[in-house]
């Protein structure tokens, strides 16, 4: 027996009316139309493209394991995660946050969980059709059933009153109750509570909860489940949300703990987003590291939003890019439009089309005269007193990032200047991104002010804002220099304070942006006494380092803020 | 006519607690179950507790909650129809069932029944046994194994067992992570 047209049709149309809704969603397609890249590769019984709004069946899968017959359900299955369950991706990216803090070290269960939440849905009137997918597929296994399989069909069986093991072999079976002691009542008792918590993220974490026995160790891949990946992962934007938290999921967390259902110790956790970014093991796609400092570059984004007293502006936007730069290989992933075929066809000849040329384009960056704002030069301390800003968040890249937008938001432009043993001096940046991403690096080493640097810079520009972000070391730079640690004893290389003067004395203004305690607040009003004393210097002084961020916004305001 | 779950819950909706039931009002309700099908209402020594133990104290008042959210259930739903009808055909001795009733639903709380609609399923199934009632289109093979599967008593002592054996797994995972996290330092350490 094979799926026609007029059963599709039909069961399409069944599904439609379970759900209950008027939605516009063309008809689904079968599997073997879609690319291999569409589906990832391995071979799923169904999934839904959000993107595309497209349901896609693999009808050969359904008919080989049994379960022709389930095509409404299966629809409905998949119409389900459209419609309701996660009805958003920014929950779908909130929970996999949660649950690298409930259930550290495994990929991603939310699948599993928006399964549980459409199948008991979709159960109410086509359990049955359900039943035969899960039985049809665990018949076709060709590996022994995973512990969180049998575990999930148990699940079933319980809230669908089926007999005990009707979803699985009799060997799984006996594996499992040697292996885990009172598993059936585990199940059960999980089917009689999971579906009574009103609240997603309480369900979340109770699911987080029971499910965390049945998982293979850390590192390990979950095993073959029907319907697993059917959902697509979230993106950027959706992660950058979550990674910052919200009260519901707190609520949920301190009711979960009350019901004893969290041992010690994962209800407390800091809602720094960035550790929380590095629990999350399953960022999606391949290319982890780019998508990851992506992902940080949005959390100080969204921090300097947060932190802005007033915004200037909104970004300014980015002007379309042109200009061709060089080429490089295209590699599969990369956007079809970046190949350039004529480069392709002059270097490649006839292997144009297996290894094509890709080149990238640049915006034109704009004159001089075109920028209103005042040009404003960042020196960022890195040094190792502050944590990497991809672990945490480190309060000196906030305020830079911080003072660099508004710069740049009020047509300004920005020059970071990063510094530890060693310093790194950027181009003048334009836009917000790339400012950003520049004030992300981070060397973690000693604190040696770059002195030369800044009277380099201030002898070809005078007119810049200078802005130092740094601590007390700041204080031990001015007051010893370099140490030169050839000679015996050691000398410093120079002084640094005339270096100093002579920066200030060639800036628009010069303000350095100290987070200094009590006693240093005093070495420093006598040590930078004669910077204090000239007319463009000021002296911003925090008593702890977590007032940066707000001391360097109310710098921009009184810069920018009007 | 066989109670029906669904248009039982449906009721149920429609007819939120808005208040506790006081205990004679609630034990009014029961007995009340019991005249309007000709039958003596069980005597109050049946629902009582005896003792002044704290132990005691506390079961008292959780079975009163208990029977409070039973006397709601009756007085709200179609459940009194079908306990009535029940009750006319033919009628368990309450001073067998009751307690047996009492028993079985020990470990529900008023907020359980109120919440889960397994409690409360399990519940009204406790309370149609106590009666003689039946659940629509179901045999009572059917409604006697699906009271099993709905033991939320046995399901508990059983649950125990997987509650301790979580404890230990939940110790193995987090050293088998605390470890995993300690090689990928020490990779990290040697690649700086």
Known sequence: ?????????????????????????????????????????????????????QVVVNYPQLEKIGAASSLTAVYAHELGHHLHFPHTLGLAAALEVLQSQLVPGSTPLTNLFFDLQVNEAVGRTRAEELCAVYRGFACALDAPMSPLFAYYLAIYEELWGRPAGELMNAETVTLMNEK?????????????????????????????????????????????????????????????????????????????????????????????????LNRL???????????????????????????????????????????????????????LRSIDWTQSVLARGPLAS??????????????????????????????????????????????????????????????????SSDFEESEWMLSEESAREYLLRYSGGGTEFPFASLVENAQNRADVLRVVISDADFLANVEHGPIDYSHRPHKPLYEPLPLLLEGISRSRLFVALLSLGDRDASRANKLLAPALRLPNFRLERVSNPGQLPQAAARLAHAFWGK | MALSLRQFETELAAAPLASPYSWPLTLAVICDVYRLAGRAPPPASLFELPGDTKEFQQQRSRRAD???????LLASTSLRDESVRALQCAAPDPAQALPAFFAAVEPLTAEMIRANAFRREELVRRWLEVVGGMVDGETPAQSQARLQQLDYRSTLSE????????????????????????????????RE
């Open chain 1, 281 to 335: 093991s399953g960022i999606p796609g391949s290319a982890v590291l780019p998508f990851r400092s992506a992902l940080v570059s949005r959390i100080y984004a969204r921090l300097v939003e947060r932190n802005l007293v007033k915004l200037p502006a909104t970004a300014r936007e980015a002007p379309d890019p042109f200009l061709p730069t060089t080429t490089a290989e295209w590699e599969p992933g990369d956007p």
């Open chain 2, 66 to 72: 208990q029977l409070g959210v039973l006397a709601h």
């Open chain 2, 159 to 190: 649950y125990g067992r997987a509650e301790k054996a979580r404890e230990a797994e939940a110790e193995r995972r987090a050293k088998l992570l605390r470890e995993a996290q300690e090689r990928e330092t020490a990779a990290r350490g040697w």
């Open chain 1, 1 to 53: 027996m094979s799926i026609d047209a007029a059963q599709i049709a039909l069961a399409w149309r069944e599904a439609l009316r379970l759900w209950d809704a008027e939605v516009t969603l063309s008809a689904p397609e079968p599997l073997e139309t879609q690319g291999r890249a569409d589906w990832g590769g391995s071979e799923p019984l169904a999934y839904i493209d959000l993107v595309r709004r």
């Open chain 1, 180 to 276: 885990f002691d009172g598993w059936r009542a585990d199940a059960r008792m999980f089917a009689q509570t999971f579906y009574a918590l009103t609240d997603t993220y309480l369900q979340f974490v109770y699911f987080c909860s029971r499910v965390v026995r049945y998982l293979p160790d850390p590192g390990q891949e979950l095993g073959k489940l029907p319907f697993a990946g059917d959902v697509p992962r979230p993106d950027l934007d959706d992660y950058a949300g979550a990674l910052e938290g919200n009260g519901a999921i707190d609520r949920a967390l301190e009711e979960a703990a009350g019901r004893g259902w969290l041992r010690g110790g994962e209800a407390q956790d800091g809602n720094d987003p960035l550790q929380k």
């Open chain 1, 354 to 419: 297996v290894a094509p040329l890709r080149r990238e384009l640049e915006p034109e960056p704009p004159s001089a005269e075109d920028l209103e704002g005042v040009a404003v030069e960042i020196y960022l301390d890195t040094s190792g007193s502050m944590p990497a800003p991809d672990t945490a968040v480190n309060v000196m890249t906030l305020a830079a990032q911080i003072l660099s937008a508004s710069a740049l938001r009020s047509g300004g432009r920005v020059k970071g200047i990063v510094y």
